[in-house]
T-cell receptor
Framework: ETGVTQSPTHLIKTRGQQVTLRCSSQ?????VSWYQQALGQGPQFIFQ???????GRGNFPPRFSGLQFPNYSSELNVNALELDDSALYLC????????????????FGPGTRLTVT | GDSVTQMEGPVTLSEEAFLTINCTYTATGYPSLFWYVQYPGEGLQLLLKATKADDKGSNKGFEATYRKETTSFHLEKGSVQVSDSAVYFCALSDQAGTALIFGKGTTLSVSS
């Protein structure tokens, strides 16, 4: 069974640029969530995708956007990068059924370390 | 809104010592509760979970009991090993059942 994979591992961008991060969910999982983890902090929820639609969003501005594809993989796009966007971006997948509670655990990938200079 | 508060670290222990990491939460309704562990340079791994009051989650010698009356989910291990050195995060599922809300994490350092 393949776990959650993310690419790239590390990325350096300049303020104002745009970035796309990618995530492949664990086999059999239909829901993907994205989190931002600043240095020394806990992860913060960005949004979740289920059946290719956004299924919930945290307190992040619209320049953070995403996609989910029919194979359940996902992308996180960030426009107009700011210095504070420097963080570890974590993708998590889960086998959540439609409308079900989050009693299913979320399985995390290794993350993409984004540095904005 | 919902939130999680963890004891601040770092926690420094000798091998075979007893570990407790405190976690309390504020939530509407009855969230599921989780402990995740993050080793240096890696993503988060689910350590254990509990989905209702009085449930005890356990894994790899770690245990935590969902205490509704005290809104707590403290992590314990009877005898820590050097390999347990990591950052531990307490988390709950939000009211919508969509997001995980994490505490700030507690760094554990175990020396031999």
């Amino acid at each position: 069974e393949t776990g959650v994979t993310q690419s790239p591992t590390h990325l350096i961008k300049t303020r104002g640029q745009q970035v796309t991060l990618r995530c492949s969910s664990q086999s059999g999982h239909n829901t993907v969530s994205w989190y931002q983890q600043a240095l020394g902090q806990g992860p913060q929820f960005i949004f979740q995708y289920y059946r290719e639609e956004e299924n919930g969003r945290g307190n992040f501005p619209p320049r953070f956007s995403g996609l989910q594809f029919p194979n359940y993989s996902s992308e996180l796009n960030v426009n107009a990068l700011e210095l504070d966007d420097s963080a570890l971006y974590l993708c998590a997948s889960s086998p959540r059924a439609s409308g079900g509670p989050l009693s299913y655990e979320q399985y995390f990938g290794p993350g993409t370390r984004l540095t904005v200079t | 809104g919902d939130s999680v508060t963890q004891m601040e670290g770092p926690v420094t222990l000798s091998e075979e010592a007893f570990l407790t990491i405190n976690c309390t939460y504020t939530a509407t309704g009855y969230p599921s509760l989780f402990w995740y562990v993050q080793y240096p340079g890696e993503g988060l791994q689910l350590l254990l979970k509990a989905t209702k009051a009085d449930d005890k989650g356990s894994n790899k010698g770690f245990e935590a009991t969902y205490r509704k009356e005290t809104t707590s989910f403290h992590l314990e291990k009877g005898s820590v090993q050097v390999s347990d050195s990591a950052v531990y995060f307490c988390a709950l599922s939000d009211q919508a059942g969509t997001a995980l809300i994490f505490g700030k994490g507690t760094t554990l350092s175990v020396s031999s």
